[in-house]
């Protein structure tokens, strides 16, 4: 589950799958008299109810349930799947009718478009064979440093949400099987009772900072990493729960960080942010960017971005990521001006209009050529979605931080 709203339940014990029966104890207790080994490759169920080849990553015992459990990896499928399962879930690598049943699955023809479909839903990542030398060198050593991801959920404020990957908590809270995070503050917790009673004297209602844009029920604070440093940490550690390629867990003094908050009669409620270097070296304007699991699919991840390009617009620098489209303009433009009038490089305008194979070979130079009837068709295009967020500058309150003059060194 991306994120489930607990708001109306009743504060309890920590929920479980149904307790075995009696038989299911008996076989389990028969099942688990030789533990399984670490790196043996083994016929797991998911939760959909479908078998599939997976490599035994790690072993916990569960006091809940008073048994072993496994931390699993399914074949050809990103990291994000892996999970902690009983040992019920688990069969021998030779049984013939359950390989059987993986095989016929495999078997089934699906066209290309299927195919990809398929990949997206269930999150098939590329393999080592398909990378380049040194992407598949980096990606085995990011895999080794966090292959097991011991949280399996967190309570946020009121949404109890399925992690999806490793974050590098302080070990006691690391291994635990859940967290509770305070919304408002960032703090975590390792028990429900000690979440409960910090909502009673937590006093902060808003990420710390400046309010910098309010429209609506929307608002965007800016942090200051160096001013507010155990609080982005903290945002880091939370985001890395749902980021697999995240780096920057402590060292945030560097970064700005603009947290986008959903406003009502009790708070601002953190749905998401983008951080960005203060001095960035390549020109970047987003670091980082993450959409909380409960809010994602509202639009948010390009407002995030958009945001960063009016930021980017008002500080006069030009950034990447993402492609715009200009609809009303009538006239002669150049990549420069395009850049100037919307904040993203000259690269990125240039690789986007080569994608949408607006740039012709005419006279032994290029151009670039666009009608407002072509402009039309790519936005009427399956590929295009027009955002359900926009910006509205006039809401943005934002002055440039002042840059220090950087001295010009001399020498070697």
């Known amino acids: ?93 030779n049984d013939t009718e359950i390989n059987q049943e993986i095989l016929e699955g495999n078997e089934r023809k699906i ?57 590098p908590y302080p070990e006691e809270y690391g291994k635990q099987p859940k967290l509770w995070i305070c919304q408002y503050c960032l703090k975590y917790m390792k028990f429900e009772k000690t979440y409960r009673y910090h909502t009673t004297q937590c006093f902060n209602r808003q990420p710390p900072g400046k309010e910098i844009y309010r429209k609506g029920t929307l608002s965007i604070f800016e942090t200051d990493g160096k001013d507010f440093k155990l609080y982005c940490q903290n945002l880091c550690l939370l985001a890395k729960l749902f980021l697999d390629h995240k780096t920057l867990y402590f060292d945030v ?27 960035s070296p390549d020109g970047n304007n987003v670091a980082c960017i993450l959409t909380l699991p409960p809010h994602q699919r509202k639009g948010y991840g390009k407002l995030l971005i958009a945001f960063s390009y009016e930021l980017s617009k008002i500080e006069g620098v030009q950034g990447s990521p993402e492609n715009q489209i200009l609809r009303d303009f009538r006239g002669t433009l150049s990549i420069k001006d395009l850049s100037a009038m919307t904040a993203i490089t000259q690269h990125d305008i240039i690789t986007t209009l080569q994608s949408l194979n607006l740039v012709k070979y005419w006279k032994g130079q290029h151009v670039i050529c666009v009608t407002p009837k072509l402009v039309e068709e790519h936005l009427k295009s399956s590929e295009y979605k027009r955002p359900l967020l926009t910006v509205d500058s006039s809401c943005l309150q934002w002055t440039p931080p002042k840059k220090a003059n950087k001295v010009k060194k001399t020498g070697h």
């Open 111 to 167: 066209t290309r478009n299927q195919k990809r479909k398929h990949d997206e839903i269930n999150h098939v990542q590329r393999t080592y064979a398909e990378m380049d030398p040194t992407t598949a060198a980096l990606e085995k050593e990011h895999e080794a440093l966090t292959k097991v991801k011991y949280i399996d959920r967190i309570q946020f404020g009121k949404y109890e949400i399925d992690t999806w990957y490793f974050s």
């Open 1 to 93: 589950m991306k994120g489930k709203d607990v708001s109306s339940e009743k504060p309890g014990p920590e929920k479980r799958d149904s307790l075995p029966s009696t038989a299911d104890k008996e076989n389990l207790k028969n099942s688990e008299e030789t533990l399984l080994e670490i790196g043996a490759n083994l016929n797991v169920r998911r939760s959909d109810g479908s078998w599939y080849p997976a490599e035994v990553i790690q072993r916990r015992f569960n006091d809940s349930i008073s048994s072993n459990e496994y931390y699993v990896h399914y074949e050809g499928f990103n990291r994000r799947l892996d999970e902690w399962v009983p040992r019920s879930r688990i069969r021998s690598s």
């Open 253 to 279: 003094e560097p970064f700005l960080f603009y947290i986008l908050c959903e406003i009502n009669r009790f708070g601002a409620h953190v749905v998401g942010y983008f951080s960005k270097e203060k001095e």
